[in-house]
């Protein structure tokens, strides 16, 4: 079999009911022609857990809506919503009949504005969610282990400094549907990870972030990053140890490596930074210390 990829052609079908989307992969040489078909990874129901990938163009961020649609109220959160595209986001909410009930962060962003502050003003009862570690406000401020539960499944908190002083990641319980998912925000990028030239940020503390809270993951934890410049939109856990050509390297020259990038300020950062220590723009209660730790 010679399967070149001017044969691949790939055809989306609605089966075996709609919202479930299965992609099927068509390989044909002169002679012969197989197939394989697979849950496209953008946007699939599995066991409960309904899941979309998002994107805003301009700061190349990735949005993430995860809900629990097996519960009667379809409890929803947004993972890192931009404020460009809320509207978008609550349209697709509301077409899915889904109750919106968290907008978190994975950290303070610098090239763009949080679009949390604005859901609140357009969501009543929605609560906002950051690290106690960002310094910032928000409804409700988390710390590694606890777990931020939508109906009955959950997201659970990991502390992954190093981009910023408050970097977060949120991962899938393991005993919830399988493979994992880790929302990594800036911490771990596919094939890269966040810069570490300001807000805190340190190259040791994030090499340690990874190695310690995301790479002892299971190999096939699914990696969704805040942000893709290259076309990227998903990794796994085992992807990112054996090719990421950041961190696969010792400690000594991963640090060299991020002091010689040389990357130009983000062009919003003077404007995203204070209006995302505030989540955007709100005016919040007093915030409480935790989700739901259990
Ligand atoms: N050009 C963009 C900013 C690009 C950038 O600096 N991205 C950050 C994440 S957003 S603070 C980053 O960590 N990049 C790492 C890398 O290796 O690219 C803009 O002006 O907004």
Redesign the pocket.
Known sequence: WNLSPQTLTKTTLSFPKPGIKFQTHVFSSASKTCSYTTLCDSSMTRRGLLFRQLFEK????YTYLLADVSHPRKPAVLIDPVDKTVERDLHLVKELGLKLIYAMNTHV????VTGTGLLKTKVPGMKSIISKASNSKADILVEAGDKIYFGDLFLEVRATPG?TLGCVTYVTGSDQPQPRMAFTG?AL?IR?????D??GGSSRQLYESVHSQIFTLPEDTLVYP??D?KGFTVSTVGEEKLYNP?LTRDEETFEKIMEN?N???????DV?VPANMVCGLQDTAEPVQAASSN
């Open positions: 301009e700061s190349s961020t962003h610098a090239d763009h981009h800036d990028l890269g990870c966040g810069r570490t300001f807000q805040a942000h410049y950041r990038l990357l130009p300020y983000p062009k919003m950062i995203a």
